[in-house]
């Protein structure tokens, strides 16, 4: 965390990520050294643990992120597990590689209410050379299950056109 007179971390970027692994790239959000993506401050979660194959986040929906009968809306649960899932697989690359998903499926189980704190856990199932697939968990602190769902990545070279590059 910065305060008030620090200038914030620097955004992952084309360089850090030909010259790092995905793990090394993680390990920089978890700890502060990179900025969290905008959409996971928006929403309110952050990666909270790393390791290879491996990604935890934790979060709490808000009063914003609600639907019309009042429980958390589905997107911001699917969006915390899609962030897991794809992360997971972030955590194998090598440097200079890249991802982006393919497909991913969500199965609901519970409803979610504002304020709780969940844990969202993404674990690498198989990692090809093009293709990898994860599998993952949204439970409270209880362990309590929310949601579970899997997704598939496509990986290829960052030069082969990364988002940062337009």
Same mark, same amino acid.
């Given at each position: 965390?910065?305060?008030?007179?620090?200038?914030?971390?620097?955004?992952?970027?084309?360089?850090?990520?030909?010259?790092?692994?995905?793990?090394?790239?993680?390990?920089?959000?978890?700890?502060?050294?990179?900025?969290?993506?905008?959409?996971?401050?928006?929403?309110?979660?952050?990666?909270?643990?790393?390791?290879?194959?491996?990604?935890?986040?934790?979060?709490?929906?808000?009063?914003?992120?609600?639907?019309?009968? *009042?429980?958390?809306?589905?997107?911001?649960?699917? +969006? /915390?597990? #899609?962030? &897991?899932?794809?992360?997971?697989? !972030?955590? %194998?690359?090598?440097?200079?590689?890249?991802?982006?998903?393919?497909?991913?499926?969500?199965?609901?189980?519970?409803?979610?209410?504002?304020?709780?704190?969940?844990?969202?856990?993404?674990?690498?199932?198989?990692? *090809?050379?093009?293709?990898?697939?994860?599998?993952? +968990? /949204?439970? #409270?602190? &209880?362990?309590?299950?929310?949601? !579970?769902? %899997?997704?598939?990545?496509?990986?290829?070279?960052?030069?082969?056109?990364?988002?940062?590059?337009?």
């Amino acid at each position: 965390m910065t305060t008030p007179n620090e200038p914030p971390p620097p955004m992952l970027d084309p360089e850090t990520i030909a010259t790092t692994s995905g793990l090394e790239q993680l390990q920089a959000i978890a700890d502060g050294r990179i900025a969290s993506p905008a959409m996971a401050v928006t929403l309110g979660y952050r990666l909270t643990e790393v390791e290879h194959g491996r990604a935890v986040f934790t979060g709490t929906p808000n009063q914003a992120v609600l639907n019309p009968m *009042g429980a958390v809306h589905g997107g911001w649960a699917a +969006t /915390l597990l #899609d962030s &897991a899932l794809a992360c997971a697989v !972030h955590s %194998t690359l090598a440097p200079g590689q890249t991802y982006t998903t393919v497909e991913m499926k969500v199965n609901y189980t519970r409803a979610i209410r504002a304020g709780m704190r969940l844990v969202c856990e993404g674990r690498v199932v198989h990692r *090809g050379s093009r293709l990898a697939t994860a599998e993952g +968990t /949204l439970k #409270d602190e &209880a362990g309590k299950l929310y949601a !579970h769902g %899997t997704e598939t990545c496509m990986i290829f070279a960052a030069t082969e056109g990364h988002p940062a590059r337009g």
